[in-house]
């Protein structure tokens, strides 16, 4: 809520003197108001800085988690030899393996059956004598009474299909023909072998109004020699931790090789995004800090996250043949600046490339465990951060309330003080017409009296 100026319009010569005083007494009164804006605005200075922090350590957090992840799964990689047949992705594999995937007889298809006859309606040809048939999907059996519908026709058949919710889609199909252009054609929703029919008597096959001819079928293949049979082309249960997906029949003696091996790519990757991460906590903590510190000076959060860093950058193991963060290229300067030498780490042997992986750890142990620790401060929901900046929402919700009530006062005395101030210049022009009028006659007295005007 502002303050609007107000201008003292008197009549006596003392007018610019009143405003000045209103200007005054206005301003010594503003003055806690300004106070109150002041803390305000070092308010929005920390709740600013807490944000950017808490964004910096929420990337150092991921980063970590990364890593950790990579611990845990080995930094596993899932690679398929001929991804044209087959792709594949992990899902929690944690262990290195190769399978031999071949003759794929099948994929995966929806069944999709059309009626065999056409109808010349939509709505006029009956497509049951009595208008009750039975529908099956696969085992699933559904009774349809058309009759009952008052929809004994073509259109009432699709509707009454659809309204199953039985894992199929109906729709009618229109050749063209002159006489009997209209088809009912039914597909299942999923892949997988369920053969579909619509038998006008039900213990009469023959009665069938559907083809046959595509009862839907499974993804049928070998893996390391075994035969396996699924009603999907996406397949998650048969290698642990891993998902394949099939996109064709293999020919011949075609097969693919599924390796799951551990990728020095990825962990490379997370630990320059590791590194990236650091050094702009480090930055922003920095400017927080010394002699021209930020708005968080001396904050307990600030000085919580620089302890955090230097136990992060001197972390190590008691033993092995990776022990420390520089025995695979992670390096610091005399400015506490981290890079990677990325040279040094693709130079390590397989089994320092383990260690390695021993070094990451998991989510709660080794150098991945840190992740959760600086979770704790940048969680948007229950974080130290997101406290602090809760504390300070309140202290401006305070501060707002005051500031409300001390403008609010700061007018009443601006329009009281005006009220006097134009009654003291209404009183002093009185008096100075008064002062006039008596002038003017002690003027006319002394012409009387002496013959002569004041000069």
Do not use: C
């Not at 944000?51 to 957090?61: E, Y």
């Not at 995004?273 to 001396?298: D, E, W």
């Not at 003017?440 to 002394?446: E, M, P, S, T, V």
Request: hydrophobic content about 40%.
């Amino acid at each position: 809520m502002g303050i609007t100026p107000l201008r003292f319009t008197g009549i006596s010569d003392f007018s610019d003197d009143f405003q000045a005083i209103l200007d005054r007494a206005v301003a010594i009164a503003r003055l806690p108001i300004q106070r109150l804006q002041q803390e305000q605005a070092q308010l929005l200075a920390k709740k600013q800085a807490l944000n950017d922090l808490r964004q910096s350590v929420a990337l150092l957090a991921s980063a970590l988690e990364n890593l950790a992840q990579l611990g845990e799964r080995r930094a596993l990689a899932a690679s398929s030899s001929n991804t044209s047949i087959v792709t594949v992705s992990l899902n929690g594999a944690s262990s290195p393996a190769s399978y031999t995937l071949s003759e794929i007889s099948s994929i995966a298809r929806p069944a999709s059956e059309t009626t065999i006859s056409g109808y010349s309606s939509l709505t006029e040809s009956a497509v049951s004598a009595d208008g009750v048939l039975e529908f099956r999907v696969g085992a699933q059996r559904y009774t349809l009474d058309l009759t009952a519908l008052g929809q004994n026709n073509l259109a009432g058949l699709r509707d009454a299909i659809n309204r199953l919710n039985a894992g199929v889609t109906a729709n009618i199909l229109n050749t063209g023909d002159p006489d009997r252009p209209y088809y009912l054609v039914v597909t299942a929703s999923n892949t997988g072998e369920q053969p579909l029919q619509l038998l006008d008597d039900p213990n009469d096959p023959g009665t069938n109004l559907l083809t046959a001819n595509n009862p839907g079928s499974n993804a049928v293949f070998k893996l390391n020699g075994l035969t396996v049979t699924r009603a999907t082309n996406t397949i998650s249960d048969v290698i642990p931790g891993v998902t394949l997906t099939l996109l064709r029949e293999t020919t011949g003696t075609e097969s693919v090789t599924i390796s799951l091996n551990s990728s020095r790519t990825q962990v490379a990757n997370a630990l320059s995004s590791l590194v990236n991460a650091y050094n702009s906590l480090r930055t922003q903590l920095s400017a927080q800090m010394g002699k021209n510190a930020g708005p968080l000076s001396g904050d307990v959060i600030v000085h919580q996250l620089a302890q955090y860093l230097r136990e992060l950058a001197t972390y190590e193991l008691p033993s092995g043949p990776i022990r420390r963060l520089a025995d695979f290229g992670i390096q610091f300067n005399d400015k506490g600046e981290m890079s990677f030498d990325s040279a040094k780490f693709y130079a390590l042997s397989q089994e320092e490339f383990q260690a390695v992986l021993d070094f990451l750890g998991s989510k709660t142990s080794g150098l991945g465990g840190f992740a959760q620790k600086f979770s704790e401060v940048s969680d948007p929901v229950r974080g130290w951060i997101k406290t602090q900046q809760d504390h300070y929402d309140a202290a401006d919700a305070r501060l707002n309330q005051q500031i409300e009530v001390l403008t609010e006062r700061l007018q009443r005395m601006q329009q009281s003080l005006l009220l006097k101030l134009e009654q003291a210049d209404s009183l002093l022009a009185q008096l100075e017409g008064q002062q006039a009028m008596l002038d003017a006659a002690i003027k006319g007295l002394n012409l009387v009296l002496y013959g002569r005007r004041e000069s």
